[in-house]
Every structure is written in C-alpha cells, then in structure tokens.
C-alpha cells in the first residue's frame, strides 16, 4: 500500500468518522435507530455543490449551509416521531426516501460535479503541502474539533439531560426534562453532521451524487460498533475516540481487500472481505478473553 | 490498542505484497467501474479485447488491475487514491462518477473514460477535439441519429414526431433537445407532449394523435412507466410509437438503436493503446461512441408494427440484430 493510498485511506476515514459521531449521538446517546443519514449525506453533498457551482458561494459557507440543511433533514425525522408518533425507524426512512427527489431538484440532476470549481481543500493549497498530505491532515483536524465539541456538549448540563433522555426517557421526563425537544436538537445535530460529511467528501471526490448516501447508515453503524468493541469504555471521551478509530478501520479494512486481488479475490469480493476483516478484527479484540479461558481450561 | 497496532501492521504487510506483485517492466492498466451491471462489464470486455488485439495482453505484455467499488462512493474513492498511489501507466474509469473521482484524484495520470453519457456537463472534458490536460475517453450519449435514420425508414412520411416527456427529468430534457437538433436536417419536426406525472401520460399522448406521424418515448422514468397504455393508444389509433431504449421494444414499442457497449470498451482500449505508445493523451479526440460505431443493436418488435398498422421494409429487417415476434 503506497503512502498516496494510506492517507486518501485516512481522509475517507476522517470523513466517515463525523458520519460515526453522528450514529453514535442518534443510536447510542439518543437510543434512536436515525435511518435519515441515508439521505442527509448526500443532501449535504447537493446543497453544497448547488451553492458552489451555481450560486458561486464561498465553499467554506456553502459547506456550513450544507450542515444546517442536514440539521433541518433530522429535525424533520425527530418531528414526525415526537409530534405525529410515527415510528422512529419509518420516520427516518420518510425523510430518507423524500431527500432523494428533494436532492435531484437541488442538483436539477443525479450528478452535480466540482471539478472545475474552488472546494476547501484548494484554499489549503496556501501552506504549499502536496494535497493527498494536506487535505488529511485537514480533516484529521476537522474530527478532531468536532470530537471535542461533542465532547463538550455531552458535558453540558443540556447535554447531560439530553444522555438522560436517551438512556431513561421515563426517569428524564419525571426531573423535567423535555425527552421529545432532545431528540428534535439531538437527531438534528446528528444530520448536521452527517450533512457536513457529506458536503466534504462531494469536494474531495470531485462531484455530489444524488447515490452517494447509498451504505452510509451501515458504514456510520459499524463504524461506531467496531469501534465500541475494540475500545469498549464508559467515559464520552474514549467512545467518541472509539468512533473515529472505528470509521477508519472500517476503512482500512476496504482497503486492504481492494489489495487482496494476489490471493485470487476478484474485485466484487471487496464488501465480503470487508466484512471478514471487520469480523476478524472482532474477534482478534476478544483473544484476550479467550487466552484466559485456555488458561483456565489447562489448570484443570 | 495492541489489537490497532496488530491490524495496522497487518495492513502495510499485505500492502507492500500486494504492490510488488506489480511486475516493474510490464505496463499497468487500471480499470475501474462503480457497479457491475452487463453495460458495464461489456464496456471493460472491449478494452481488454481492444488492448489485446493491439498487444497488450493481461498477465503477458501489461498488467491489469480491475477494481468495483460495488455501488459505494466512499471505496470508488478509495480506488482512485489506490490506483494514484500504485501510479499506473493509464487509469481507465467506467461511468461518470468513477470517472470524477479519478480526475479528481490526480491531473497526472493518463485517463480514458468511457460509458459516460454527457462528459462535457461531468466536467472531464472542456471539448471533444484534443481536450488537453491529462483526461480524454469515450461518451456513450443515446444515439439519436441512427434511431431517427431507423424510425424514417420504417415510417417513410415521417414529417412530425411526437415527444413524450417528464420536464423536471434532466436527461429527458437533454434528449429532447438532441432529437431537435438531429431531426431538423431530416426533415423531422418536433412535437412536445409533456406529462410531469405518470398520470398525466394517456393524456400526453392522445393530444398527440392526429398531430404527429409517430411518438418517441425517450428513456425517462416517469413515461416508460406508463409505457404500456402509449402503446395501447398506438394500436388504436395506428400511431407507431417508437422508444429510445430497446428495453421498450420487448414491452411493444415497434423499434430502437441501442448502442453495443463492448464496441465502446474497444474504441476506449484503443485509445488506451494509443497512450501506452507514447502519444500524449490529451491529444486523443474524445468521442461520442454512436459517431465512430458501425454496428449498433437494432431491435424490432414485428408484431407491435403489424398491430399499429406499420409494415416493417426488409432493409430494416435486414439490420435487425433482435427481432421479436
């Protein structure tokens, strides 16, 4: 694996990984299984493009303008489940299946490239680093904000109570807590990320693709799962760390059987490889375990 | 974080085996496709055979590394920084968005696209002739002209076409311009008969009758899904509805040009050949396939024309590649 690959590896994992923090605030802080990001990812990627090429918009606030249509996107979800009462997986698919037209009317089209335009990672050409170097580090740095700002929030008393929500809606509602208005702000930052992933990695792929949010909600799941269980933890602090180690194994994971063809794979085993690495790397995480139940199997 | 440590070193191992499996005096050839769907595979089939039958023979003269992204943007993206980093001699994408994420991946590289409906509105290329830069490839745009060809020597008074479409489809809109712009010098005018809706279609499509000598349902969701009821009005009324995609002749429509997609993998292999000779690839002409082909897939649904009152003439039938009875 050339270097040029390693770090396009790491700037797809950074991506996913806000795509992860934002699964775990919705399935993990918030216990709402958000089937929305299906749509907002590439609604992020649309809204942006659009802003760009079209209204020739500065990237960095059509970016910005692309987390807060995503924002809108899991506020509508959480809407449907708090006032209307429908389900909170069929609200997401909802709002999911509605964002695919909604996407083609913002791109008047399936397919809206960026190649000819400014994104964000041409400003960063200033510091005169090779870009496949500067646009990862770049986003390593973008997670890693967002991370803390997470982390930050769920320290706050308004994210305190909404972790309650999440965890006992019943004990947070009797200390006054409004249970539904945290869903409404927590599944809409989820998307507001998920959307700014999406707005970026439509820049760094050079288009926004009205199929781009295809896999997304499997991806940001996994992501978070693999990385809860290799790095399993109580504190905010290392599950959100967890989550971007996650997403980027994840990636890796894809990466190596793209590698894997000298063993006789073909090209269309990659998401079968992928999935037995991630399996494999599951069960790897649990040898300690085992080890010890040899252990105890050899003394008697 | 051992576990990390493990993985990661695991990774770089398989890596580093994985490149030097590249033997270092063969040429590289890297080909890659979002999907895998019979267009597309057809599409590489030709650019293998075309590379071949100019020497380049996988395994023997160059090596080929084919990779499918299965539908998923994120691993497309991959690919493309794994074929830059693994810095082959050409990068041959299939499909639009493959295509951008390579362009987007590196402006070193020689790449030829193809089965890329409209590479110009993709932003691949500027221009068709010599586009410069680092880019060319193959469009595999509908081909209008040979269908309209086929449609008139079916229809021989063929003086008006009606146009059945959905306007808020980009690609229905784009055709209709083309069947404009190719039906003019044939003496074919056009008849638009909009329906946004699958609803609306029967409608469209009796406004139609009497105004036009024969409809064209172009390859636009909201209409082939009513595909059905246009070709029962054509029967009533004798109308010969014609589509844009052969898919529709099975479903009754009298006729279609479809294009043969191993004919573009083999112009796109060609081109790749030339490169791989040494000639800049920026010189190379992009092209739109139907141009440059000479063999199309004409199908022909004999008895949809009998029950819209059309006789087939031999000289079409001739040409048939798929005749349905």
């Known amino acids: 694996m050339s270097l040029y690959e390693i770090l396009g590896t790491l700037e797809t994992g950074f991506i996913y990984g806000i795509v992860a923090l934002g699964a775990f605030l919705t399935f993990r802080i918030l216990d709402f299984p958000d089937l929305t990001v299906e749509g907002s990812f590439p609604l992020g990627a649309a809204v942006a493009a659009t802003l760009m090429v079209s209204a020739g918009w500065n990237p960095w606030i059509a970016t910005i303008c692309a987390g807060l249509a995503g924002f809108v996107a899991g506020f509508m979800t959480a809407l449907l489940n708090v006032r209307f009462r429908i389900l909170h997986i069929l609200a997401g698919i909802l709002i999911a299946i509605s964002l695919y037209s909604i996407n083609l009317r913002i791109m008047s089209g399936p397919n809206k490239p960026l190649l000819m335009v400014d994104t964000v990672f041409t400003y960063l050409e200033v510091f005169g680093i090779p870009g496949y170097i500067i646009n990862a580090i770049f986003l390593g740095v973008v997670i890693i904000l967002i991370k803390f700002a997470l982390d930050a929030f769920l320290a706050t008393g308004y994210g305190i109570s909404m972790r309650a929500a999440g965890s006992n809606p019943a004990m947070a509602e009797a200390n006054g807590v409004n249970v539904g208005k945290m869903k409404l702000v927590g599944v809409g930052f989820a998307n507001g990320l998920t959307a700014l992933a999406g707005a970026l990695f439509a820049q760094s792929f050079g288009a926004a693709d009205a199929y781009m949010g295809i896999g997304v909600i499997i991806i940001g799941l996994a992501s978070v799962i693999v990385g809860m269980s290799i790095m399993p933890s109580g504190s905010i602090f290392l599950a959100t760390i967890a989550c971007i180690v996650g997403a980027i194994l994840y990636r890796l994971a894809v990466a190596l059987a793209l590698n894997a063809d000298f063993i006789g794979l073909q090209a269309s085993d990659v998401q079968l490889v992928t999935a037995l690495l991630v399996i494999i790397a599951l069960i790897l995480q649990q040898s300690g375990n085992l080890r010890s139940i040899f252990r105890r199997g050899n003394k008697r | ?325």
């Open chain 2, 1 to 325: 974080m051992t576990v990390l440590l493990r993985s990661a070193v695991a990774a770089i191992v398989l890596g580093v085996a994985a490149t030097s499996a590249y033997a270092d005096d063969m040429k590289k050839v890297a080909i890659s496709t979002i999907v895998e769907v019979p267009a597309l595979t057809d599409t590489k089939q030709g650019i293998i055979d075309a590379l071949a039958a100019r020497g380049y023979v996988d395994g023997e003269t160059i090596t080929i590394d084919y990779q499918n992204a299965n539908g998923n943007m994120p691993t497309q993206q991959q690919i493309a920084k794994k074929f830059v980093g693994d810095n082959p001699d050409i990068i041959m994408p299939i499909t639009t968005p493959t295509s951008q994420a390579m362009i987007s991946a590196t402006s070193d590289i020689p790449i030829v696209f193809s089965t890329v409906t409209d590479p110009i509105k993709a932003q691949l290329i500027s221009q068709y002739e010599k586009p410069g830069g680092n880019v060319t490839g193959v469009s595999d745009a509908a081909p209008i002209e040979p269908q309209l060809d086929l449609f008139k020597e079916i229809v021989p008074g063929l003086k008006k076409i009606g146009f059945i479409y959905n306007p808020g489809l980009d690609n229905a809109v784009a055709t209709l311009g083309w069947v404009k712009e190719f039906g003019a010098p044939r003496g074919i005018e056009v008849v638009e008969s909009p329906a946004p809706t699958t609803n609306e279609v029967v409608l469209a499509t009796k406004k139609l009758i009497g105004e036009v000598d024969a409809i064209y349902i172009p390859n636009d969701t909201t209409i082939v899904a009513a595909l059905e009821a246009i070709v029962k009005v054509g029967q009533d009324v004798d109308l010969p509805i014609f589509t844009g995609e052969t898919g529709g002749v099975e479903r009754g429509a009298i006729a279609s040009v479809g294009l043969d997609y191993v004919g573009i993998g083999e112009i796109a292999g060609n081109m790749a050949a030339d490169v791989l000779e040494g000639k800049p690839v920026g010189e190379i002409d992009a092209v739109i396939a139907y141009k440059t082909l000479d063999k199309f897939k004409v199908v022909i649904n004999k008895g949809a024309a009998e029950r819209m009152g059309v006789m087939i003439p031999d000289s079409v039938m001739a040409q048939a590649t798929q005749v349905i009875e």
